[in-house]
């Protein structure tokens, strides 16, 4: 989708991988090494340095060790959340089956055009607000019938609350159109981020992802608490 938040070096189908870099800044930022944070952890430096990369899934203790020697304000366990369902969504899709490879739609391309509710926007807790995206359908194939999908849980604590889907006005190419969802902030002080991923279905009723090769977490939202 338009407006990726991982930088371009990152596997962008491996959300684990977003998870890492960002644990990875924080500790660059703090100017910490890999190799204090396993001694601190209890862990080998090269675990570290997998998880880092975003070739190991972190455990859910060592997320939340980086949370709070960080002060990450819950943004890390936002990202695992989106990591720890991203299985279980993908057999969802699919009706508990492996998912197929599916390819890019010949000429089926997006560009980010703005949006709204910027990030790090201040809510009150369980405060309801709406977000926009604007984005242009910059291909040669008309989006009908598409909608985004929530990555990972749509609740919990800590987490914006949205619904499963959200619906995507149909737009011609070269058009530009506005997509909506009604959120909810998280209920206590923390920073958080949910991912929505511009989906289709196919002809045999199966929902597939929209450019499958680039943007894997899609459209953002971020606001604190």
């Known amino acids: ?46 675990h570290i340095s ?20 960080f002060e990450a304000d819950g ?7 989106v990591v720890e369902h991203a299985a279980e969504q993908s057999r969802r899709r699919t009706g508990g089956h492996r998912p197929p490879l599916v390819q890019a739609e010949p000429g089926d ?33 008309p989006w009908v019938g ?6 990972g849980p749509l609740t919990g604590p800590g987490l914006i609350t949205s619904e499963r889907y959200v619906s995507v006005p149909d737009t011609k190419p070269g058009k530009v159109t506005t997509i909506r969802a009604s959120l909810r902030a998280p209920s206590y002080d923390c920073s958080s981020i949910a991912y929505f991923k511009m989906v289709k279905t196919l002809d045999d009723g ?6 499958p090769e680039s943007y894997q977490l899609g459209l953002d939202v971020l606001v604190k608490v």
Not at 146 to 151: I, M, S, Y
Not at 206 to 211: D, N
Request: with cysteine; net charge positive; glycine share 6%.
């Open 1 to 46: 989708m338009p407006r990726p938040l991982e930088p371009p070096e990152l596997d962008p189908r491996q959300p684990k991988a977003v998870l890492g870099w960002t644990m990875r800044q924080l500790r660059r930022v703090a100017n910490v090494s890999g190799a204090q944070i396993a001694k601190e952890f209890g862990c080998s430096p090269s």
């Open 50 to 69: 997998r998880v880092e990369r975003g070739t190991s899934k972190p455990s859910r203790e060592l997320v939340q060790f980086y949370e709070e020697r």
């Open 75 to 81: 943004m890390l366990l936002s990202l695992f959340e």
């Open 109 to 141: 391309a997006s560009t980010f055009v703005g949006d709204t509710i910027p990030h790090g926007t201040l809510m009150q807790p369980g405060e309801f607000f709406e977000k926009e995206w604007r984005v242009r359908n910059s291909g040669k194939v």
């Open 146 to 151: 598409r909608q985004l999908e929530r990555q």
């Open 206 to 211: 199966t929902l597939a992802m929209c450019f």
